[in-house]
């Protein structure tokens, strides 16, 4: 009798698919044949010549043909391929930290080849880490060789011939007339193009991988027109949007009249203007977007509260959202102070108060009862309902992302039977450097507050080395013997194992000792919000003489009598960072100093920033040199804010390129709108989501 077969359990295993040339080149955005050709050159590689061994330098990138002598693969402690080469010159050492068998038969004593890479010392001389090695003896290029960003599995030969392809294809037209371009003294786009992917031999070599040969600069202003024609699109797309007009009341008993009678100080002429700006802005029937920039203690917040009276008196709310509970909290006693005498109810609402205290504020925010609402992101909750939002106000703005600052403003264009869209005003104690604000805030209105009102008093800046910690110590016993009150910052709150720099904490117990005859605070970002408030409503009141702290009190924090700030580390900290912490101080009428703390060995970019903090107490300097020495991402807060910074254009170098490309964004839209759309369509190409908020 036949037996049952048993069913097969051998499973079959799917091979894993292997990505195609094209979709490789589709997760780098490279989908059609003018995607290719303005995916330019990341840097170039300089393969025109055989250098002797004996020529070689560490830190420079050389290319050698030279005779393998030397070959050893080992597995302890640690798999690694090695091998020494020689030429008629010297000696160099090869070395793979991973490596797979066709590289070790390449390495077989005897066997020749042409070898590139950066030269690095080593524990036995000059090495070569995971050098490229070709065939020797073959045709050298006549020109510099284009090295593109790619993708993982996509080879810069195969880059290079979809581009080469790629240029096959396409007509290199130019999108501008022959007369703009021979006025501005620029190349025509298809040199300009042709020459950054291939290269002639009797290039300026330097200039191109400097980015500064001309063909650079014809694609860095293309780029850059093709930002100022978007944005200017954005800001049309606003304009044809609808808000309330909350015109200003010109009556003698408006909110705004009776607050500035009852302020105990005069708006200064820097402040009248911007308020001025903000008001015919707020009456228009489109909504405002103004962004309100102004050094550390210049003001802001008082224009702020005269534009939330405006808009309140106008009859909606207004809604002020600060990244940090400590600064909302500033923001709020403030406005509570000003607002609650003229019968305006301001409403406090943040991620820690009881769940009671936030029913209450949810009914009176709904409700309209609560005319003005300050708080931190729980503003964005959906919890949160508002009657008749007409106002957002976002400070410190580059420290939400564009979906946070979007849902606020959401609130109340969502209101029922109602289209109107929220005006919005964003403050930033980080001054924006002029090249940047024509760029990328290029669709806002900005004001700035470029004077301090008067009675800040000049902070002295010293730059102390870590070794003199003991008189530092003195310093602050001192400051605190005549009354006055000290912040001590620190980068950490507690040890961290990469770093080796002094925690909060620690520094916390330290001072307590060393300073047995006063009252030494702490408060940072882990501290519970009630711990927190408490911490630092005593050292408003002077009941604690030195706060320790982390970069939480870096924004927001208003303590005339304190006097003296010491930065633990100040080496760590980001050059507007160093600026926003030094503002703390200054407030009052004493002589006010900032200690920066510096641990040696320092860096040049420590170097550089510490010299700036020493030099200047200018806004607009520390923001030009910031930008100058770390680009503009961080200013923008672009990792959370999703910006895409240019690709090719430099705004620390290129100011001048900026103000061309402006000039005939202005000219271009008034008299030639198809040439407009041509360069849009050539650079945006599906990408004009650029409706920011």
């Known amino acids: 009798m036949a037996t049952a077969q048993r069913p097969s359990t051998k499973v079959s295993v799917r091979p894993k698919a292997v990505a195609t040339t094209r979709q490789k080149l589709e997760r780098l955005g490279l989908i059609s044949a003018h995607d290719l050709i303005l995916h330019l050159p990341l840097r170039y590689e300089d393969e025109t010549e055989i250098m002797p061994i004996a020529t070689l330098r560490p830190g420079r990138s050389a290319q050698i043909e030279a005779t393998v002598i030397r070959s050893d693969a080992s597995y302890q402690p640690r798999r690694q391929l090695t091998a020494v080469v020689q030429d008629d010159t010297g000696e160099i050492g090869l070395r793979w930290l991973t490596f797979y068998p066709n590289q070790q038969q390449q390495m077989q004593v005897g066997r020749r080849w042409r070898i590139r890479g950066e030269v690095r010392g080593g524990m036995h001389g000059y090495e070569i880490i995971h050098p490229k090695v070709t065939v020797a003896d073959s045709v050298l290029p006549a020109a510099l ?8 599995g996509l080879s810069q030969p195969s880059l290079r011939k979809a581009i080469g392809q790629a240029l096959e294809k396409v007509e290199l037209n130019d999108t501008l007339e022959p007369e703009l371009v021979q006025r501005l003294g620029l190349q025509s786009f298809g040199e300009a193009i042709r020459t950054l992917h291939a290269p002639t031999p009797d290039i300026d070599a330097l200039a191109l991988i400097e980015h500064t040969h001309p063909s650079w600069l014809r694609i860095k202003f293309d780029e850059l027109l093709a930002q100022q024609l978007s944005l200017a699109a ?3 797309a606003r304009r044809s949007l609808r808000a309330k007009s909350l015109r200003a009341n010109p009556k003698a008993d408006s909110l705004c009249a009776r607050l500035l009678k009852s302020l105990p100080f005069s708006l200064t002429p820097a402040q009248q203007r911007v308020t001025s700006e903000i008001s015919a802005d707020l009456a228009r029937e489109f909504p405002m977007y103004r962004l309100l920039q102004g050094d550390v203690g210049s003001g802001k917040t008082i224009v702020a509260a005269l534009a939330a009276l405006q808009a309140i008196d106008a009859g909606v709310q207004v809604a002020l959202m600060a990244p940090t509970e400590i600064l909302a909290e500033q ?9 609650e005498p003229l019968g305006i109810e301001v409403c406090w609402l943040t991620g820690s108060i009881t769940p009671k205290a936030r029913k209450i504020a949810n009914a ?3 409700s309209g009862q609560a005319r003005l609402v300050v708080g931190t992101q729980a503003l ?3 919890t949160v309902e508002f009657f008749d939002l007409g106002l957002v106000i976002v400070d410190e703005q580059h420290r939400f992302g564009v979906a946070q600052r979007l849902s606020l403003s959401k609130k109340g264009e969502e209101l029922p039977g109602d289209d109107w869209i929220p005006h919005q005003l964003t403050m930033s104690a980080t001054p924006i450097p002029r090249t940047l604000a024509m760029t ?6 900005v004001s700035s507050i470029d004077t301090l009102p008067p009675g800040r008093t000049p902070v002295v800046t010293k730059l102390i080395s870590n070794s003199r910690r003991d008189e530092v110590l003195g310093h602050v016993a001192q400051a605190c013997a005549t009354g006055q009150q000290v912040y001590w910052v620190c980068p950490l709150v507690q040890e961290s194992e990469s770093l080796d720099l002094q925690t909060a904490v620690d520094t916390h117990l330290a001072l307590t000792e060393a300073l047995p005859d006063y009252t030494v605070g702490l408060v940072h970002g882990q501290l519970p919000t009630a711990e927190k408030a408490a911490v630092m409503k005593a050292f408003r009141e002077a009941h604690i003489n030195v706060l320790v702290s982390t970069t939480v009190i870096e924004v927001g924090v208003d303590v005339p009598n304190a006097s003296l700030m010491v930065i633990e580390h100040a080496e760590r900290f980001g050059l507007a960072q160093l600026h926003q912490l030094r503002g703390r101080v200054g407030r009052g009428v004493a002589k006010s100093v900032c200690v920066l703390l510096f641990q040696t060995p320092l860096s040049m970019l420590a170097r550089q920033r510490l010299r700036a903090m020493y030099e200047t107490q200018d806004g607009f300097e520390i923001a030009q040199r910031d930008l100058d020495l770390r680009g503009p991402g961080e200013l923008l807060g672009s990792k959370q804010s999703g910006v895409t910074l240019l690709r090719f254009a430099d705004l620390a170098a290129d100011g001048g390129l900026v103000v ?3 000039q005939a964004a202005i000219e271009l839209r008034d008299t030639a709108p198809h ?8 650079w945006m190409r599906g990408r004009e989501d650029f409706l920011r908020s």
Not at 675 to 682: C, F, N
């Open 675 to 682: 040439i407009v759309e041509r360069h849009l369509a050539r």
């Open 380 to 382: 964005i909750q959906e």
């Open 145 to 152: 060789t284009p090295v593109y960003p790619t993708t993982e």
């Open 364 to 366: 009176a925010i709904s």
């Open 234 to 236: 954005a800001r049309d």
């Open 331 to 339: 923001h709020f006693q403030k406005l509570k102070m000003w607002c």
């Open 440 to 445: 990328f805030y290029a669709d806002l209105e």
């Open 660 to 662: 061309a490309a402006r």
